[in-house]
């Protein structure tokens, strides 16, 4: 009986062997640099960060194997650089490039989703977003936005600005970071 408990899973291994196929999935960390400081005022111009995961080799290499996105975030350092408070908040459009450079040529994207926050600062504060408190702030269609670019060519890009205006803000050290779900 013993023999046959051995038996039966090694006949199973040796099948999978021969016919060489093998469930592999698990998950990858895909993070991408944004410039170390976006610097963004309403009163002139915006400062947009352009994403191409395909200058990443873990994201080329999976492409063809992603199934979903388990987790993202946007980390770094906010600062209110204005004199009143402010609510940030992070737009994806699909197209990388070019850049737009004013508010309102982004509040006329018809593509933008809004991605990501409310992060709310007051005159002069600075906050570092983690993990954690990050992955709070996508909100579900920007997620879902997500997972359409991470699974397309891969390109897109992402806006940080006021709520409303007036606002000046800087972000230092940003990083853009997914975790995706692949499978073969």
Known sequence: MKNLRLLLPSLALAALTASGCWLVSGQFLV????PPSLVVNSATTIAGASINLNTISDYKDHK????????????????????????????LTPAATPLLTTKSALDADG?????????????????????????????????AAL????????????????????YSLTLEKGVAVVVIDAGK
């Open 64 to 91: 063809s194997d992603l199934k979903d996105l388990a987790d993202c975030a946007l980390l770094g350092k906010f600062t209110n650089t204005g004199s009143g408070s402010l609510d940030v908040v992070v737009y």
């Open 31 to 34: 993070s991408f640099d944004l």
């Open 111 to 143: 593509t933008k989703i809004h991605l990501w926050g409310p992060l709310k600062l007051a005159a002069g504060a600075s906050r570092s977003v983690g993990w954690d408190e990050s992955a709070k702030l996508f909100t579900k269609a920007g997620k």
């Open 147 to 166: 997972v359409q670019q991470v699974k397309g060519d891969g390109q897109f890009a992402i806006y940080a600005v006021g709520a409303t205006a007036p």
